[in-house]
C-alpha cells in the first residue's frame, strides 16, 4: 500500500489525497498529520520549489484579442470566460474597456448601417424646396399652428389647443435653427424671374412693336388656381366690411349725412396705413376661424374703423382773463426799466 509520500509523487494533487485518507501519520519534518498539513494550506517541502502559474503579456494579450473576436460574433462573455478559462471579472473588466459588450457591438453595428428613421416624414413639403423658400414656410406653418391652439381654446377645447401650441413651439425652434444656418452659411444666389422682371419684359416688347409700327399683343394671363380664387374672394369681403365701417364712421361725423365718393376717396389716403392694420387682422381672424377643425366660411366680417376724421375741427377756445403760460408764469420777478 503506498503511503500519502508516494502518492503525491506520482503526480496525485494533495487535496486529493488528504480527501482519500482518513487519518493520515504525522509528518516525519513537520511533526502534524498530513490532513492538518493540507488543511491549513501549508506548503510541503517537495511543493516549495513550484512557483504558480501566471499567463504571460502575449498570453493576455492573445486570449484578449480571442474574446474581443468571440463576443463580435455574438458569443455570451460567460460562454468566452469558460472556453478560454478567464476570470469573469477579467473578461468583464476587458468587455468595457476595450468595447465588446453587448450593447457596445449593437451600438456599432446600427452606426454601420446608419441612421434607420422609423415613420414618414412630418412635413415633406419642405424637403424639395429652396432654402430661403423652406425658411418662409417654416414660418408660415409655426404661425397656422399657433393660431390653431388659439381657436381651440376659444372654444374650449384646452388639451387640442395645447398640442398645437407645442407644435408651434417646434416648428419655431426648427425656423431659428434653419434661419441661423443660412446667416452663417448662406446658399448661393437663386435665379427667379420676379414680377416686376415680367412686366419690364412686357413693356420692351410692347416699346419694340410700336416703334416697328405693328400692334403689340400681351400674352395671355395664366389661369388662376382655386386657392387664388378664393384668396380674391376672401379679399373682397375683407374690403367691403372695410368700407362698410368707414361708411359708417363717416355718417356717424356728419350727423347722418351720407359721405360723398370724393370724401371717401380722401377717407382713403388719409387713413391707408390704419385700413392696411384693419385688413391684416381680419385676414387673421378669417384664417383662425378656417383652421379650426369643423368649421366652414366665417361668419360676416365686421371691422373697426379707426381712421381719423377729415372733417375740419374747430379750434379749442381760450379761456378769457389770464393767459396760460405767459411771461408773467414763466418769469415772475418783475424788473423796473432804467431811466
Not at 323 to 339: Q, S
Request: proline letters at 9%; glycine letters at 6%.
Amino acid at each position: 500500500m503506498l503511503d500519502n509520500g508516494a502518492l503525491i509523487r506520482r503526480g496525485i494533487p494533495p487535496a486529493y489525497v488528504a480527501q482519500m485518507i482518513d487519518v493520515a501519520p504525522p509528518h516525519p519534518v513537520l511533526g502534524q498529520s498530513q490532513c492538518d498539513c493540507f488543511s491549513s494550506h501549508a506548503l510541503l517541502p517537495q511543493e516549495k520549489g513550484l512557483k504558480k502559474h501566471v499567463n504571460t503579456q502575449a498570453t493576455s494579450r492573445s486570449l484578449r484579442h480571442l474574446a474581443r473576436e468571440a463576443a463580435e460574433r455574438g458569443e455570451r462573455l460567460v460562454e468566452i470566460a469558460r472556453r478560454l478559462k478567464i476570470a469573469p471579472s477579467t473578461i468583464h473588466h476587458w468587455a468595457r474597456e476595450d468595447g465588446f459588450r453587448r450593447k457596445d457591438v449593437r451600438a456599432r453595428a446600427s452606426l454601420a448601417h446608419g441612421p434607420q428613421l422609423t415613420g414618414k416624414a412630418d412635413y415633406p413639403e419642405l424637403k424639395d424646396m429652396a432654402p430661403r423658400a423652406r425658411l418662409e414656410r417654416l414660418g408660415e406653418l409655426s404661425g397656422e399652428a399657433r393660431l390653431r391652439a388659439v381657436a381651440a381654446i376659444e372654444e374650449g377645447y384646452l388639451d387640442y389647443g395645447l398640442k398645437w401650441l407645442r407644435e408651434a413651439q417646434k416648428l419655431e425652434r426648427g425656423y431659428k435653427a434653419l434661419k441661423e444656418h443660412l446667416e452663417h452659411y448662406p446658399p448661393p444666389e437663386e435665379f427667379y424671374e420676379s414680377e416686376d422682371d415680367a412686366w419690364r419684359e412686357h413693356i420692351e416688347d410692347e416699346m419694340a412693336a410700336l416703334e416697328a409700327g405693328e400692334v403689340w399683343v400681351p400674352p395671355p394671363l395664366p389661369p388662376q388656381t382655386p386657392k387664388q380664387i378664393a384668396n380674391a374672394r376672401e379679399d373682397a369681403l375683407i374690403d367691403a366690411a372695410i368700407e362698410a365701417a368707414r361708411i359708417e364712421r363717416m355718417t356717424e361725423e356728419r350727423d347722418g349725412r351720407a359721405p360723398t365718393p370724393d370724401e371717401i376717396g380722401d377717407d382713403r389716403v388719409a387713413n391707408f396705413g390704419l385700413d392696411v392694420e384693419e385688413y391684416w387682422r381680419l385676414k387673421e381672424e378669417v384664417k383662425k376661424w378656417r383652421l379650426f377643425p369643423g368649421r366652414g366660411d366665417p361668419p360676416p366680417l365686421r371691422a373697426v374703423s379707426r381712421g381719423r376724421s377729415i372733417l375740419p375741427q374747430p379750434e379749442p377756445e381760450m379761456p378769457a382773463g389770464k393767459k396760460l403760460y405767459g411771461m408773467e408764469d414763466a418769469f415772475p420777478v418783475t424788473f423796473t426799466r432804467r431811466e
